[in-house]
């Protein structure tokens, strides 16, 4: 047991798998470039960079692959075993040693970005404003009600927890502060509603008339837009049921015991600690085209009642209470001359954001040590030559 | 590795089975709950199905003058649908999605009365009946005019006649006069249909114009609120030539607008040939979309549907303000009245607005489809709205 584990470590550690990583790295990053022409970029980076094992087609030739957070792993722990524990530690490798730490500070930066994260967008007209922002692919279904003061009380169910009810078997959720329990079904990742006629038949419910038609799923994964069908059974059984869908103009309200409630299928909403309302939104285009050159967002940032304001404009974005707000794209794209035009902010909350900073820090430090010593120990020889 | 390893790492992977929080299959319970104000513009609650959908406005408004105002006593347990440009009035019968009854007014005189019966007689599978056939058949009240009465059983094949449905029963009410034609249709399973035989004359009885809201009997406020009226259909066929249904256009020379077609803003007869013809039908909503439509278009031509890829590849023109599919199908066609035309050539352009589908479709003898292709793309080009 003992030889099987000290083998395992020397694999591990090996200067050897290291080279195999960083090369299935850049092989995983060109087949992961190439596929975008097929498919859009958030369905690459699931099946490239998120995941641990792929397979990868070239023509009818399947390729099984490992992904990229398998290799990432991977090298992470060869970084830690064999740059850190079996690397000779004296001032000659010091440099080294530090260069390594960066490099592992990298990865646990990935893994921090990769698990704990949120992106999304918040896109306002001039005048607009919003304390919540929204993924670009996420979906959730929100069960609320609305309490005095103009509060909501909201009931959130991950897209997980019904994304596999893609038949007419639900998926039950049920919560004990809530009056009745929810039931999905017929969850389609792209559909929309259709009003039904009596020409034609439908394999899926029909409430009030209207039905979910599935569509091809887009290439471009944020231009889905899912549906379901919801049930809500309250107490005695008592039945309604509805249509979910995600462009819909307003959520399914539902009276159960005398109270009215709201079932909503959306992009996850995320909400921020403070307002941002969008005061002016400024676009620059090169002279005599259409092209944009500059587009900037002046806006006013509202928390505990005092209001800032800050300008957001590309490579300089708002960072505040762990949230980043960069100006990300505007529209609409077909508006007129004098139309008025929304402002497009990519928010994201990210734990680790200055760690890759921070990592390239350290790791500059470390080759500067490295090559200090390699060019104080080649004066020295040479001196004493 | 050891024996006791294995035993070892099957009671890992079992443990970590046992300690997943959910069962796959059974209730899961809503962990996430928050409470929060939320500020800005949110949608509001208490909406229709209809009104989530974004169908309760399929065109453009029209004043209740020029819709003139229709309302009506909904039968009980009956559903309104949206409406569409064909259809001015719109129900679900019962809550049985098998059964709809539709109200239809047009300008003119629609075809006519026997022009109309025979055709619903075709889509029921029966032979066509004649005008003293007609003369003798019963009335009742439509719009508040007396209406022929027209009860047919038999197969249902559809619209496009490509459905076959045994046991159905269409009961349906026509008028021609006062510049109108007006029609009441219902459709459905025949035990459906003579349970609401009743409902549906009483429907009828009860349309009548001017008043602002229907009476539901439900005590709600102005429930079809929202509901096109505009009955598209009508306004384009008094209209001027070069415009009608909020469309206007510049008619290419040699080309020559016809009499009124029912579904059509606009008919052209292209040269000399009968067989050739121009027309814009303009509908609410996608009405299918594009691509299903221009395969229908094919499908009417003896061809293939186009996969995802080919319709990405079709022609795009400008037209109306944004991007028009065109597409060019070679066959043998066969319209919707099972007319066939050998060596034909379908020239299409679908274009989608933000509350309607226009659809222009050149259909003729090839060459002289080929002949008018660049009047055909000039003339989609020159659409506007408003005229």
């Known amino acids: 047991m003992r030889s099987i584990v000290k083998g395992i470590g020397q694999v591990l550690s090996s200067f050897g798998l290291s080279c195999v990583l960083l090369i299935l790295l850049a092989l995983l990053t060109w087949l992961g470039t190439l596929e975008q022409v097929h498919s859009g970029l958030f369905e690459v980076q699931k099946k490239y960079f998120e995941s641990f094992f792929l397979v990868h087609h070239i023509g009818s030739v399947s390729i099984p692959l490992p992904g990229a957070n398998l290799v990432m792993c991977v090298l992470g722990v060869n970084l830690l075993l064999g740059g850190i524990i079996r690397l000779r530690r004296s001032w000659d490798t010091a440099g080294v040693l530090v260069v390594h730490l960066g490099i592992v500070l990298l990865l646990v930066a990935s893994f921090i970005k990769a698990y704990h994260s949120q992106e999304g967008h918040l896109t306002l007209y001039e005048g607009q404003r919003a304390n919540v922002y929204e993924s670009y692919y996420r979906w959730e279904v929100a069960v609320g009600h609305t309490l005095p003061g103009g509060r909501v009380q909201e009931f959130l169910v991950p897209q997980e927890d019904f994304a596999q009810a893609r038949g007419p078997a639900p998926a039950v959720l049920e919560s004990e502060s809530l009056p009745f329990h929810l039931e999905l079904s017929h969850f389609m990742p792209n559909c929309r509603p259709l009003p039904k006629g009596p020409m034609f038949d439908v394999a899926v419910p029909v409430i009030d008339g209207f039905f979910l038609q599935t569509q091809a799923l887009q290439k471009e994964a944020e231009q889905n837009v899912a549906g379901a069908y919801a049930a809500v059974v309250g107490p005695g059984g008592t039945r309604t049921e509805g249509v979910l869908w995600g462009l819909e103009s307003g959520p399914w309200t539902v009276d159960v015991a005398g109270e009215s409630w709201t079932v909503d299928l959306r992009h996850e909403r995320y909400p921020m600690p403070f307002t941002v309302a969008l005061d002016v939104f400024t676009k620059e285009e090169h002279p005599r085209t259409n092209m944009p050159s500059k587009f900037s967002s002046d806006v006013t940032v509202t928390e505990d009642d005092v209001a800032r304001p800050v300008k957001i404009e590309m490579n300089q974005p708002l960072r505040d209470e762990g949230l980043v707000l960069y100006q990300a794209s505007w529209g609409p794209s077909n508006a007129a001359p004098g139309d008025p035009l929304f402002s497009t902010l990519s928010v994201v909350r990210n734990p680790a954001d200055q760690l890759p900073l921070y990592a390239c820090i350290v790791i500059a430090v470390g080759l500067l040590l490295h090559f200090s010593r390699k060019v104080l120990g080649y004066m020295q020889s040479e001196a004493r030559r | ?387």
């Open chain 2, 1 to 387: 590795m050891s024996t006791k390893t294995v035993p070892f790492l099957v009671g890992l992977i079992v443990l970590a089975a046992a300690c997943s929080d959910q069962d796959a299959s059974g209730p899961r319970t809503i962990r996430a709950e928050r409470t929060w104000t939320p500020v800005g513009k949110f949608a509001p609650p208490g909406l229709s199905t209809a009104e989530r959908f974004g169908y309760t406005r399929n065109l453009p408004q029209a004043t209740e003058e020029d819709a003139g105002g229709l309302t009506w006593n909904l039968p009980d347990g009956w559903t309104e649908l949206p409406t569409s440009s064909m259809r001015q009035a719109n129900f679900l019968v019962l809550g049985d999605e098998r059964a709809e009854c539709y109200l239809t007014v047009l300008s003119g005189e629609g075809g006519g009365l026997l022009a109309n019966v025979n055709r619903w007689r075709k889509q029921m599978g029966l032979e066509p009946t004649d005008e003293q056939t007609l003369a003798s058949a019963p009335r009742a009240t439509l719009l508040g005019e007396p209406a022929l009465l027209v009860d047919l059983e038999g197969t249902w094949s559809g619209m496009s006649g490509d459905a076959a449905s045994d046991g159905y029963r269409l009961v349906g009410l026509l008028a021609v006069g006062g510049g109108q034609a007006r029609f009441l249709k219902m459709i459905g399973p025949a035990e459906r249909i003579a349970d609401q035989k009743l409902a549906f004359l009483a429907l009828a009885a009860s349309f009548r114009e001017g008043a602002a809201a229907h009476d539901h009997g439900t005590g709600e406020a102005d429930p079809h609120a929202g509901v096109d009226m505009s009955g598209a259909g009508i306004s384009g066929f008094g209209a001027p030539s070069g415009s009608a249904e909020g469309l206007s256009w510049t008619t290419p020379a040699g080309w020559h607008e016809t009499d009124p077609r029912p579904m059509r803003a606009v008919t052209f007869e292209i040269g000399a040939d009968p067989k050739a013809e121009c027309y814009v039908v303009q509908l609410g909503g996608t009405a299918g979309g594009a691509f299903a439509n221009i395969n229908r278009w094919r499908g009417q031509m003896g061809q293939s549907a186009l996969s995802d890829a080919e319709f990405q590849s079709l022609e795009r023109i400008s037209m109306l303000g944004t991007q028009a599919v065109v597409v060019e199908v070679l066959g043998t066609y066969t319209g919707m009245g099972d007319d066939l035309v050998e060596q034909a050539s379908l020239l299409g352009a679908v274009c989608q607005l933000p509350q309607a589908a226009i659809f222009v479709k050149l259909i003729g003898p090839r060459e002289l489809v080929d002949s008018s292709r660049q009047d055909f793309i000039t003339f989609c080009q020159s659409l506007g709205q408003g005229g």
